[in-house]
């Protein structure tokens, strides 16, 4: 079965520092590969998105996201945090075969401090 | 911007009661799922909908669920007799197209069951 990991349920920056959140899948065949992120009492906005195409992938917010097969990962990155980076991001594997449900990992909250 | 919307915000229901969640999916879009998220947990996949049928459903997705399409831009969710575990936010999603593409998600609906 396909599932995502997400490594640091918190992670705390400083504003104007890297921001580096871990995403790990388990997939027996090339997934599709997403970041979504959560502000508070809002819903699920797509940050980027991997479909087999260019293995480096920029997003919206300055984020971009690199899909790596030997480590089966998918970390999210940004050089450079700002206070309103601060939300719940989720990454989520499309499994092959399925009318494109999502299957997600459990979240890491980004707090961003001056 | 299209974007999903789901009524209401919140719902405050006493455990047997039915609920109706309502979605109204992005009006060009074909595919349409509910996703649910326990307070301090994953998003989780519920089950997605096409061509007036359900297209895949997971192990939560029991007897005491149903979706429907009642008109051409309502979908919603009905959970028959409503139990304390039910208690989560609720969201509803679409898509355009079969291959992987973007889900956009709604708001979500909190649902509280006394």
């Known amino acids: 079965a396909q599932s995502v990991t997400q490594l640091g349920s918190h992670v705390s920056v400083s504003e104007g520092a890297l921001v580096l959140l871990r995403c790990n899948y388990s997939s027996s065949v090339p997934p599709y590969l997403f970041w979504y992120v959560q502000y508070p009492n809002q819903g699920l906005q797509l940050l980027l998105k991997?479909?087999?195409?260019?293995?480096l992938v920029k997003g919206i917010n300055g984020f971009e996201a690199e899909f790596k097969k030997s480590e089966t990962s998918f970390h999210l990155t940004k050089p450079s945090a700002h206070m309103s980076d601060a939300a719940e991001y989720f990454c989520a594997v499309s499994p092959s075969g399925g009318y494109n449900k999502l299957i997600f990992g459990a979240g890491t909250r980004l707090a961003v401090h001056p | 911007e299209p974007e999903v919307t789901q009524t209401p915000s919140h719902q405050v229901t006493q455990m047997g009661q039915e609920v109706i969640l309502r979605c109204v999916p992005i009006?060009?879009?074909?595919?349409f799922y509910w996703y649910r998220q326990i307070l301090g947990q994953k998003v989780e996949f519920l089950v997605s909908f096409y061509n007036n049928e359900i297209s895949e459903k997971s192990e939560i997705f029991d007897d005491q669920f149903s979706v429907e399409r009642p008109d051409g831009s309502n979908f919603t969710l009905k959970i028959r007799s409503t139990k304390l575990e039910d208690s989560a936010m609720y969201f509803c999603?679409?898509?355009?197209?079969?291959?992987?593409?973007?889900?956009?998600f709604g708001p979500g609906t909190r649902l509280t069951v006394l």
């Open positions: 999603a679409s898509s355009e197209g079969r291959n992987r593409g973007e889900q956009f």
């Open positions: 991997y479909t087999s195409a260019a293995t």
């Open positions: 009006s060009n879009h074909l595919y």
